[in-house]
């Protein structure tokens, strides 16, 4: 396995960090564009899509992320990414790589390791996981050099409203797109406006995040 490799990945792709130690609860939504509100309804729905609408079937799409820029620092995002439940991480020990192990997250936030068994990592960044493995392996080990590595993330979970087909809950891949978020929940509605789309967050403090972010644009530019 190239852990490098997929750590250069995991950075240049890397999704907003979630501060929840479970799952990120997002908030997209649709917002009804005015000048169509005007028109009538069409007579088959199901055949209707027009210009600036996203189909439930739609092939993917470049579209802007789901975190609309809130740190456009990769790196930084990562150093502060909280690892959970379904995380894939990767762990190396050097001179001794029979102890080296990519595995998932459990279910606990614990993971399984020789010599040192259940490892909580539930909550911790990537450095402290590392910090936290090296100091049990120590008592195994002469200064044991680790190296934690994230895989993949997560699912995150989205709460869809507005102008969709089928708004509720979804879980999304932790770099997905808007587009693919608004597929999950069916496609948009003719009275979309694409334009006016409102990603919001929930800190862990209670603060309350949202930008309005513009999905129509990049889709016609493709």
């Known amino acids: 396995m190239d852990v490098a490799n997929c750590q250069k990945k995991v950075i240049n792709n890397f999704f907003f960090p979630l501060v929840s130690v479970v799952f990120f609860i997002w908030l997209l939504t649709v917002k009804t564009d005015t ?3 005007q028109q009538p309804l069409p007579e088959n729905l199901e055949e209707f899509t027009p210009e600036g609408t996203i189909p439930r079937n739609s092939p993917s799409v470049g579209s802007p992320p ?4 809130f740190d456009p620092d990769p790196e930084l995002r990562l150093k502060r990414y909280l690892l959970g ?3 894939q991480i990767a762990i190396q020990v050097q001179r001794f790589p029979n102890l080296s192990v990519a595995t998932s997250i459990g279910p606990e936030g614990t993971i399984q390791m020789q010599l040192i068994g259940t490892v909580l990592l539930q909550g911790l960044t990537l450095e402290e996981a590392k910090i936290l493995i090296r100091d049990r392996l120590n008592e195994f080990i002469k200064d044991p050099e680790v ?3 994230l895989l993949a993330q997560r699912p995150v979970r989205v ?7 089928r708004p509720g809950f979804y879980p999304v891949p932790g770099n997905a ?3 693919d978020a608004l597929r999950a929940s069916g496609g948009t509605s003719f009275l979309a406006d694409l334009r006016n789309v409102e ?3 929930t800190l862990a403090s209670g603060v309350v995040v949202s930008q ?3 999905v129509l644009t990049p889709l016609q530019v493709g």
Do not use: C, H, K
């Open 35 to 37: 000048a169509r509100g």
């Open 66 to 69: 789901l975190n609309p820029n």
């Open 199 to 201: 990603v919001r967050r």
């Open 147 to 149: 190296v934690v590595s």
């Open 177 to 179: 797109q808007i587009s």
């Open 159 to 165: 709460t869809i409203t507005g102008e969709v087909t």
């Open 212 to 214: 309005i972010v513009d």
């Open 85 to 87: 439940p379904q995380d």
